[in-house]
T-cell receptor, first 114, second 116 residues
């Protein structure tokens, strides 16, 4: 079985500050991990994904995430927040050799203050 | 090229009525997913189509929910005898569905369903 936990339903940062959104997963086999972003009234779009290559994955809009097997984590970071980063962020997991149906976390709403 | 499209964008209906939600996936994508998104609840998987295989219906919450995919392209999600708890945003996604590859999903903008 696979599961995803996103700590913090809301994260608030000031413009220019570091963004850190947490994701922990549970998987009995090597996982595939994804971060998606959802802007208001839009569908989700892929930020980045981990597929067992490099553990540090770089995505769009300056975001990156590091896969840490020992911590079963895949936290999303961005060095400097921009107002346009305000959105809902979802972490998702699928399993090698398993179903292609991903399990999504509950999402974290990123609030950026001027 | 065109992305995933969904119609209608908003649907208001009365309790007990049937509704149909439509999804047009990206051309060439063999995999299609339906999800339900309720406030603060994340994405709830409903149903998954892959090519000509039998769909995975394991996420459908009740027998009032059904979906079909005609010709391996357009999909329709039908909710019969709608209830107030069905109110949510229904998202459709498609992917290449390449065997052995866990592809990213491309999402439509969703249909916001309100049951009065």
């Amino acid at each position: 079985a696979q599961s995803v936990t996103q700590l913090g339903s809301h994260v608030s940062v000031s413009e220019g500050a570091l963004v850190l959104l947490r994701c922990n997963y549970s998987s009995s086999v090597p996982p595939y991990l994804f971060w998606y972003v959802q802007y208001p009234n839009q569908g989700l779009q892929l930020l980045l994904k981990y597929t067992s290559a490099a553990t540090l994955v770089k995505g769009i809009n300056g975001f990156e995430a590091e896969f840490k097997k020992s911590e079963t984590s895949f936290h999303l970071t961005k060095p400097s927040a921009h107002m346009s980063d305000a959105a809902e962020y979802f972490c998702a997991v699928t399993q090698s050799g398993g179903s292609y149906i991903p399990t999504f976390g509950r999402g974290t709403s990123l609030i950026v203050h001027p | 090229g065109a992305g995933v499209s969904q119609s209608p964008s908003n649907k208001v209906t009365e309790k007990g009525k049937d509704v149909e939600l439509r999804c047009d996936p990206i051309s060439g994508h063999t995999a299609l997913y339906w999800y339900r998104q309720s406030l603060g609840q994340g994405l709830e998987f409903l149903i998954y189509f892959q090519g000509n295989s039998a769909p995975d219906k394991s996420g459908l919450p009740s027998d009032r929910f059904s979906a079909e995919r005609t010709g391996g392209s357009v999909s329709t999600l039908t909710i019969q005898r709608t209830q107030q708890e069905d109110s949510a945003v229904y998202l459709c996604a498609s992917s290449f569905g390449t065997s052995g590859l866990h592809d990213e999903q491309f999402f439509g903008p969703g249909t916001r369903l309100t049951v009065l």
